[in-house]
């Protein structure tokens, strides 16, 4: 219920603030239900935008504001005229996507099934003019073919959505995608889902679960919540979780816990969206990740474990889609942490929730899903989450290090010592 000013200002921030455009770079608008569209400004400092700096072009063209409309205006209209179900365009330059746009490459979202289900495929638009009538015929072309998300050769990418919402999780999995392949081709061969398993991913349905009332709520349970959140928020900021992927929980009791739900951008959640699972019931009224019975599996098999995380971090999924050998004996921290991992086939958290939760032991707190995610267990919320940032971290270093030299790892007498001293 935002006005389109406002949403225009909240979306270029998170853009801003997450490193996906400059301070004159990309420009996003909205077509409003009588014809107008709300665009940014042009030549306005996108790091500190307010609503007063969006621009009204009027149906008859007129031109309402303080300043003139992005130079890239003809795109936007053109394209509003030609896809009459796209509401909403994100413009910008995001690195990881320009580096596709200058070899003239398009990003591979059949990597990981949430871009694919996403993004879909991807156009290319041919080079022409910024703000020129012939680059907006350009890309207008190509959204007419059918396409939701086109890269510009040499420029960066547009995308189109039912609302601006829509329009930027597309636009950020994209993003995501761009940065995982990039990363991923710096150890290995990518190897991407198969038709047979996108569909896999995209017939796969939600929990239906019996539901229930809560009548009261402990002070243990709103604790959690809001530690939750905090966490949540934190993982979305430091980009180990995308606004539509990324699954908390955390157990209260016996066959009780909270997990954040299904379909809900994770940069907003609060503490009144997640869910309480009971005895196997939803809290009425709410819908849960689709991960919930894994995460009820492993509770259920192993007492110890009091948090797990489903996270999708762009450099430990290097190694879900290349197939490489990941090695946690990096640093003491990275082996304490880490120690080995489970390696499992993509759809097993879905369609074999029992048999992945057996996997999970002391000395395998943690799992890489081919082409899908990692899964991080913990004797606490915190344990968890440190866990699931020293995986990432350890991943960036080790594909970092194949730029510098040979990866010489810690030996096996080195690590029996680290076990002997750390009780492992």
Partial sequence: MLHPAEQLVNIMQRIYNYGMTTTSG?????????????????GIDKGSLTTKDIVKVKKDGTIEGIHKPSVELPFHQLIYQKRKDIKAIVHAHPPA?????????KPDTRLIPVAHLMCGEIGMAAYDVPGSKELGE???????????????E????????????????????LDFCARLEIRASQIGQTYPLSAKYLEIARTKQDVILG????????????????QMCKLIHRAYQQQLFTSTQGTFSVKLDDDCFLITPYNKDRKYLDVDDLVLIKNGQAEAGKNPSRSVLLHRAI???HP???????????????????????DSRIIPESYIMLRNVNILPFGSTFMQPELVADTFCPGKPWAIVENDCIIVTGNSLLNAFDRLEVAEYSAKAVIDSGIIGDF????????KQLEKAFNL
């Fill in 26 to 42: 990309g420009n996003l608008s909205i077509l409003d239900d009588n014809g107008d569209i709300w665009i940014t400004p042009g």
């Fill in 97 to 105: 996507l320009v580096s596709f746009s200058i070899v003239r490459k």
């Fill in 138 to 152: 350009k890309i207008a072309d190509v959204f007419e073919q059918g396409y939701d998300c086109v890269m510009l």
């Fill in 154 to 173: 040499n420029h960066g990418v547009v995308v189109g959505g039912e609302d601006i919402i829509k329009a930027f999780m597309a636009f950020e999995t």
């Fill in 211 to 226: 539901t229930f009332a809560p009548y009261k709520h402990s002070s243990e349970e709103k604790f959690a919540r809001s």
């Fill in 299 to 301: 509770y259920k098999k």
């Fill in 304 to 326: 110890e474990i009091n948090s797990v995380i489903i996270a999708h971090p762009p450099n430990i999924l290097a190694f879900a889609v290349t197939k490489k050998q990941f």
């Fill in 408 to 415: 010489a790892k810690i030996s096996d007498e080195q690590v």
